[in-house]
C-alpha cells in the first residue's frame, strides 16, 4: 500500500508541475490555452510568395493517381478552340499535361500522366480551359500557366434582377469605348474580360482581389470611377515611404450616397367588380329553346318563318304606303296678318301708360327729404 500512496504522490506532484509550468506561460483566452510559438513563422515570411518545385523534387516524388477536370463550352465557341486545339496541346505538353476536346459532347478534359512531376499544374490547366470556355483568347489565357498568375470568374448574372438594369450596369463597368476597364486593367495589372454574366480576369492575387471589388460594387450600383480614383491615391501613397505604416483613410475620398426622390406612384383603386361574371349571351339554339321553336317540325318551323317574313313585308308596305300618302295631304296655308286700327293701337298706349297714383304717393312719403326748403325770399335777386 505504501508503495502505491508513494507513486500515486508522485504524479500528483507532477500534475501540480506541469500545472505550473503551463500558468507561467501567457495565454491569450481560452483559443490561446493550447496554442504554442511557431519559431518557424514570423513577420518576415510572404505568405503569398511562389514556392519553387524542381523537376528533380518532382522525380523522386512522382504522383499515385491520375488527375483529370473536365468543362464544358457554348456552341459558339467551337470554331475558335477547333483552330487553337493545336497550340493548346502543344502548351500542354510542355507541362506534361493530357489533354481532349469533345466536338459532340461540347467539353475539354486535362489530366495528369505519368511523366507529370509537377501537382499543381493540373489546378493551372483547369483554370486554362476554364478561361477558354469563357471566350479568353488563347495568348491572354497562356499566362495563367506563370506561377504567380491566377484567375478568378466572377459570377454577375444574378446580382441584377431587372434585364435593362443589368445591361445598363454591365456597360457602365465597360465604360465609353472600354475606357474604364482599360483604367481598371493598368491600375490592378489585370487582364479583364466581360463576356455575358461573367467577368472573367488573370494577375496577381492582390489584382484579382480588387477587381472583384469593383465589379461586384458596379453591379450593386456604385459607379467604378469612386474604386478608380481611391486606386489611384493609394498608388501614390504606397511610393511614398513616410506614409507606408500610417492610415491611409484621411486621405481616400469620401462619397456620400444621394437619397434621390423619387415620384410617388398614384396607387388607382379597382373599382368593384361584381363577383360572379356577367351571363354569357345566348346563342341561337338557346332562344329557339326558350321559344320553343327547337322541338317544332321541320313544316312547322317553315311555315313560322314564312309567316314572320310576311308580316314583315306587310308592316314594310303600310310603311311605304303612308310616305306616299304625305304627298296628297293639303299643307297649312300662312294667312296674312290684319292690319290693326289707330283706334286700337291708342286704347293699347293708353293702357301701357296708366300709372299707379296711390302707389307713387307712398313711395314719395317714404323717402325723406335731403334739405330743408329755403323761404323764396332767397331766390330773389337785388
Not at 468543362?71 to 486545339?85: A, C, D, I, N
Request: proline content about 5%; hydrophobic content about 35%.
Amino acid at each position: 500500500m505504501s508503495k502505491r500512496k508513494a507513486e500515486d504522490d508522485g504524479v500528483d506532484e507532477g500534475g501540480e508541475a506541469a500545472a505550473a509550468d503551463d500558468t507561467s506561460k501567457p495565454s491569450a483566452g481560452k483559443k490561446g490555452k493550447y496554442r504554442r510559438e511557431k519559431p518557424w513563422d514570423h513577420d518576415g515570411i510572404d505568405h503569398w510568395k511562389p514556392v519553387e518545385y524542381t523537376e528533380e523534387q518532382g522525380k523522386n516524388n512522382p504522383l499515385i493517381e491520375e488527375t483529370s477536370f473536365s468543362t464544358l463550352f457554348p456552341k459558339y465557341r467551337e470554331h475558335y478552340l477547333r483552330q487553337v486545339w493545336p497550340q493548346v496541346t502543344a502548351l500542354l505538353k510542355q507541362h506534361k499535361v493530357d489533354c481532349q476536346l469533345d466536338l459532340i459532347e461540347g467539353s475539354m478534359t486535362v489530366r495528369t500522366t505519368r511523366k507529370t512531376w509537377d501537382p499543381y499544374i493540373i489546378i493551372k490547366a483547369r483554370d486554362f480551359i476554364k478561361l477558354l470556355a469563357r471566350s479568353v483568347p488563347f495568348h491572354a489565357a497562356t499566362k495563367i500557366m506563370e506561377d504567380e498568375m491566377a484567375c478568378d470568374v466572377i459570377k454577375i448574372g444574378n446580382i441584377v434582377t431587372n434585364k435593362e438594369r443589368f445591361v445598363k450596369r454591365r456597360q457602365r463597368l465597360i465604360g465609353q469605348d472600354g475606357a474604364t476597364l482599360k483604367a481598371i486593367e493598368l491600375l490592378t495589372e489585370c487582364y479583364i474580360l466581360v463576356q455575358g454574366s461573367t467577368v472573367s480576369t488573370i494577375g496577381k492575387h492582390k489584382g484579382i482581389k480588387q477587381v472583384r471589388k469593383v465589379v461586384l460594387d458596379c453591379m450593386n450600383n456604385i459607379h467604378p470611377i469612386y474604386n478608380i480614383k481611391a486606386m489611384m491615391i493609394k498608388r501614390e501613397l504606397a511610393q511614398n515611404e513616410e506614409l507606408k505604416a500610417e492610415s491611409w483613410d484621411r486621405f481616400l475620398p469620401k462619397f456620400k450616397r444621394k437619397n434621390i426622390k423619387k415620384k410617388k406612384v398614384k396607387i388607382e383603386q379597382k373599382k368593384d367588380r361584381p363577383l360572379f361574371p356577367p351571363a354569357p349571351t345566348p346563342s341561337k339554339i338557346d332562344l329557339q329553346l326558350e321559344s320553343g321553336e327547337y322541338f317544332l317540325r321541320k313544316e312547322e318551323k317553315e311555315a313560322r318563318q314564312r309567316k314572320a317574313k310576311e308580316d314583315a313585308q306587310a308592316r314594310a308596305t303600310a310603311k311605304r304606303q303612308e310616305e306616299r300618302q304625305k304627298a296628297y295631304v293639303v299643307p297649312k296655308e300662312d294667312l296674312p296678318k290684319k292690319k290693326k286700327k289707330k283706334s286700337e293701337k291708342k286704347s293699347e298706349a293708353t293702357a301701357a301708360s296708366t300709372v299707379d297714383v296711390a302707389a307713387l304717393k307712398k313711395k314719395l312719403k317714404k323717402q325723406p327729404r335731403t334739405a330743408e326748403a329755403k323761404p323764396a325770399a332767397d331766390y330773389v335777386l337785388d
